[in-house]
C-alpha cells in the first residue's frame, strides 16, 4: 500500500478543513497549525526512509492505469523537497504564533498556509505534467491571498505584480502542456519521456522546451524574468515573506530539474547551453540589484535571484556532480534563506524599521541576534565551514570538470559579493552606532512583548541555525542524499519503469 | 427596494430551485450536471431569496455558516477519497454499491464526491454573495 506518497498532500488539506469548522476559534487554529505542521514533518520523514529503501515509489490514483490515470510519484528528489517543506513549515507555524496579527489570523491566516503547504508538496509529487499545473494554480492563488492578506497599499501593489507574471506564466505553462500533448498524446511524465525520442519533428520539441523553459523561469524568478520577485517579497509579513523566499521559487527550479532531466533531453546542447547562459546573468543581476539596496528584505529578496542562479547553473552543466550540486544547494539554500528572513522580522520587531539607515547598534544589546544572524549570512556568502561553502564548492567543482571556466569565475565573483552584501546589513543593522545616537535601545513595542511569544520567535531561527551547521559540519551522508538523488534523476529508466509499471 | 411580488414568489420558487438543484446533481453521472452545476442552482436559489427579501432573512433560512458548508464539502470530498483504502484498493478508487438505489440511482463515493462538491459550490457562492450584500448594506 503506498498510500505514504499522498499524505503529504493530504494532512495539510485535513487540517486545513478542520480549521474552516473552527472557523472563529484562532486558538484552535492555532493549535491544529502546528499539529498539522509536525504530523507533516513525521510524514515526510517516512516518505523519505521508504524511498531510500525501496526505491521510488508511484500510485496510480483512483487505480486508473498510467499513463491514463493520474501519477502520483515520490523519487528522491521528490522526497528530499518534501521533507524540507515540511521542514519550513513547521518553522513558519512556530513563527507565526509568536509575530502574526491578531487581524490576520482571524482571515484564515492559519488555513491558507496549509493549502499553501498541500500545493507545493503536490507539485513536488505529481507524476502528471498538466497535473503539476494543477497544483501550481492551488499553491498560486494561496499565496496571492497571503500576499495581499491585510491590504496594505503597498502589499497590494505587490500583488498585483505578482499575480499578473503569474498568470501569465501559468498561461504559458498551459500552451506547453497543450503544445506537448498535441506532439506526444500523453500527460504522464514517465510517458512523455518514453515517447519524446521517437518524435519526428525535433524542432517542436525544442520549441516546447523554450515555452516550459520561460513559464518555470517566471516561477523560478530567472533572468529576464524576475521582476516581480523584488517587487512583492517585501510586502507581506515576515513569516509569509519567509515561506515564500524559502519554497516558492524552489518550486519553479524543481520543475525546471525536472523536466530538463527527465523529459528535454535530446538536444541538451542547445538548451541546456541557453540554461547556463541564464545562470550566469541571474546570479549577477540578482547580487548587483542587492548591492543597491537598503532595506533588509529587499537585499534577501535580490539574493534569493542570485542562489537561484547557482541552482540553474547546476542543473545546467549536466553532469552527476552538477545536478546533486544543484540539490545539494535548494537544501542548504532554503533553510538558509528562510532564516534570514525570520532573523530580519526580529530585527524589525526590536528597531521599528527594515531600512538600514535607520537602524544599528544591535549586536550591542543583542549578541545573541547577531551571532544568529551570522550564521545563515556566512553561510550564505559560502564561508566554510557552513553549509553554503559545500553547496557552492561542488556546483563550482562541476563546473571546473567540464571546463567551463566562464561560469565558474562569475560564481566566484558573485560568491564575494554576496559576502558583501551580507556584511553590509551586518555593519549597518549590527555593528555601527544607531544612526540618532539618542536612540540606542530597542523599541518599547519590542520590549513589551511577552516572554513567551520572544521564545516562539527566536526557537525556529536557533533550530534552523543548528540545521545550518549541521549540514555544514556533517555535509557526507547530505551530499550523499544529493548524489543518490542525482543519479535517479540521470538515469530515467527506473522512474519510467516504476510509474508504467513496465 | 422591497417587492411584494418578488418576496411571495421566493417562497415557492426556492424549494423548487433546489429540488431542481438536487435533480441536476443526481444527473451528473452520466449526463449533463453535476455537483457544480446543482450547487449553483442552490446557490441561485438563496440568491434569489435574498435578492427578495433581504440579507438578514436569508441568513435565517440558511441557518449554517457559508464557510461551515465549504468545510463540509472538502470534508466529503477526503472521506470520499478514503473509503476505497477500507476495502483494501487504492487511494480514491471508486466503490459503487451493488444494488440500484430508487430515485437516487447507483451509489458510490464518487457521488459522495460530487456532493462535497455541491456542498463546495453553494457555500463559496452564498459566501461571495453575502459579503457583497453586507457591504452594500454598511
Known amino acids: 500500500m503506498n498510500l505514504i506518497i499522498v499524505l503529504p498532500i493530504i494532512v495539510p488539506l485535513l487540517f486545513a478543513v478542520i480549521m474552516l469548522f473552527f472557523w472563529k476559534n484562532i486558538k484552535a487554529h492555532k493549535i491544529l497549525n502546528v499539529i498539522a505542521s509536525i504530523c507533516s514533518l513525521a510524514v515526510a520523514i517516512i516518505l523519505i526512509s521508504n524511498v531510500n529503501t525501496l526505491g521510488i515509489l508511484a500510485l496510480q490514483v483512483g487505480s486508473w492505469q498510467a499513463p491514463f490515470g493520474i501519477s502520483i510519484v515520490a523519487d528522491l528528489l521528490t522526497s528530499i523537497m518534501v521533507l524540507i517543506t515540511s521542514v519550513i513549515g513547521l518553522a513558519t507555524a512556530i513563527y507565526s504564533l509568536g509575530s502574526m496579527d491578531e487581524q490576520r489570523e482571524k482571515f484564515f491566516y492559519y488555513p491558507l498556509l496549509q493549502f499553501l503547504l498541500m500545493g507545493i508538496n503536490g507539485a513536488f509529487l505529481t507524476g502528471d505534467i498538466f497535473n503539476l499545473y494543477v497544483w501550481f494554480e492551488v499553491m498560486l492563488i494561496s499565496s496571492f491571498v497571503l500576499l495581499a492578506l491585510g491590504g496594505k497599499r503597498e502589499q497590494l501593489e505587490g500583488a498585483i505584480k505578482y499575480v499578473t507574471l503569474n498568470l501569465l506564466s501559468s498561461a504559458i505553462f498551459l500552451a506547453a502542456v497543450g503544445i506537448l500533448y498535441g506532439i506526444v498524446g500523453t500527460l504522464n511524465m514517465a510517458d512523455v519521456a518514453r515517447k519524446i525520442p521517437f518524435v519526428e519533428e525535433k524542432e517542436l520539441v525544442t520549441v516546447v522546451s523554450f515555452l516550459f523553459m520561460v513559464a518555470f523561469g517566471i516561477k523560478a524568478a530567472v533572468f529576464p524574468l524576475f521582476f516581480w520577485l523584488p517587487a512583492s517579497y517585501h510586502t507581506p509579513p515576515i513569516a509569509v515573506s519567509a515561506i515564500f523566499a524559502g519554497l516558492l521559487t524552489k518550486v519553479g527550479v524543481y520543475a525546471l530539474i525536472r523536466v530538463f532531466t527527465l523529459i528535454f533531453i535530446q538536444d541538451t546542447n542547445f538548451t541546456h547551453t541557453v540554461l547556463l547562459v541564464i545562470a550566469g546573468f541571474t546570479m549577477l543581476t540578482g547580487v548587483l540589484g542587492a548591492a543597491s539596496q537598503n532595506d533588509m528584505r529587499k537585499i534577501l529578496s535580490f539574493h534569493i535571484i542570485s542562489q537561484i542562479g547557482y541552482m540553474i547553473m547546476g542543473l545546467a552543466l549536466f553532469s552527476p556532480l552538477a545536478i546533486a550540486g544543484a540539490i545539494f544547494y535548494i537544501i542548504h539554500h532554503i533553510i538558509v534563506k528562510t532564516n534570514l528572513f525570520l532573523v530580519s522580522g526580529v530585527v524589525d520587531k526590536m528597531k521599528g524599521s527594515f531600512n538600514l539607515k535607520k537602524i544599528g547598534g544591535l549586536y550591542r544589546y543583542y549578541p545573541l541576534l547577531g551571532l544568529l544572524f551570522l550564521i545563515p549570512a556566512l553561510s550564505l556568502a559560502g564561508i566554510p565551514p ?117 | 427596494m422591497f417587492s411584494i411580488i418578488l418576496s411571495t414568489a421566493s417562497r415557492y420558487l426556492l424549494p423548487l430551485m433546489l429540488i431542481f438543484s438536487f435533480f441536476l446533481f443526481l444527473r451528473g453521472h452520466n449526463e449533463p450536471g453535476g455537483g457544480f452545476v446543482g450547487g449553483l442552482v442552490a446557490a441561485a436559489a438563496y440568491a434569489l431569496y435574498l435578492i427578495a427579501n433581504g440579507i438578514e432573512e436569508a441568513k435565517l433560512l440558511l441557518r449554517a455558516e457559508p464557510i461551515k458548508l465549504i468545510a463540509l464539502g472538502l470534508f466529503f470530498a477526503i472521506v470520499s477519497t478514503f473509503l476505497s483504502l477500507m476495502t483494501g484498493q487504492d487511494f480514491m478508487t471508486g466503490i459503487w454499491a451493488k444494488n440500484e438505489f430508487p430515485v437516487i440511482g447507483k451509489v458510490g463515493t464518487p457521488l459522495l464526491f460530487d456532493l462535497g462538491v455541491y456542498f463546495l459550490v453553494l457555500g463559496i457562492v452564498l459566501k461571495i454573495i453575502f459579503s457583497l450584500a453586507e457591504e452594500d448594506n454598511k
Open chain 1, 386 to 502: 557552513l553549509s553554503g561553502f559545500w553547496a557552492k564548492f561542488v556546483v563550482i567543482k562541476a563546473g571546473l570538470e567540464i571546463d567551463q571556466a566562464l561560469i565558474v569565475i562569475v560564481a566566484l565573483v558573485v560568491g564575494i559579493l554576496t559576502l558583501f552584501s551580507m556584511t553590509k546589513i551586518w555593519n549597518e543593522a549590527f555593528w555601527k552606532d544607531d544612526p540618532k545616537g539618542n536612540e540606542n535601545k530597542i523599541i518599547d513595542s519590542f520590549s513589551a512583548i511577552k516572554l513567551s511569544k520572544k521564545v516562539l520567535m527566536f526557537s525556529p531561527i536557533i533550530i534552523l541555525a543548528l540545521i545550518t551547521i549541521i549540514i555544514g559540519f556533517n555535509a557526507e551522508p547530505f551530499f550523499n542524499f544529493a548524489n543518490n538523488a542525482a543519479s535517479q534523476l540521470l538515469n530515467p529508466s527506473e522512474y519510467i519503469s516504476k510509474v508504467l509499471g513496465l
